[in-house]
């Protein structure tokens, strides 16, 4: 079965550290885009951190810039966010996506899983 599932979340007290992960169950995150999502309720749905589908290049948001950090570990096919000091403005549902995209002759291959989402709480 090809999913995505997520780990991680609970409620941590503000400048406290949680650490997300993301496993893909029946493929590989290679050539994927992976993405780490958030959103809360009313709001829109916010990019948080990205790895690109070529190399290592990652992405923050600006409010989470220096904060989070995306990594992966190839071995487990995982992909994890470290998250420290946080903010209870970083309270929300975090939620896993892969994207791939391939064109080869024309064939076009369009891949795109998510995961259930895993609450964060950041509260005293």
């Known amino acids: 079965q090809l999913q995505l599932v997520e780990s991680g979340g609970g409620k941590v007290q503000p400048g406290g550290s949680l650490t997300l992960s993301c496993a893909a169950s029946g493929f590989t995150f290679s050539g994927y885009r992976v993405t780490w999502y958030r959103r809360v309720p009313g709001k829109e749905r916010e990019l948080v951190a990205r790895f690109s589908s070529i190399g290592e290049t990652t992405t923050y948001a600006n409010s989470t810039k220096g904060r989070f950090t995306i990594s992966r570990d190839n071995a487990k096919n995982t992909v994890y966010l470290q998250m420290n000091s946080l903010k209870p403005e970083d309270t929300a549902v975090y939620t896993c996506?892969?994207?791939?995209?391939?064109?080869?002759?024309?064939?076009?291959?369009?891949?795109?899983?998510w995961g259930q989402g895993t609450q964060v709480t950041v509260s005293s």
């Open positions: 996506n892969a994207y791939y995209y391939g064109d080869s002759d024309g064939q076009v291959i369009e891949n795109d899983y």
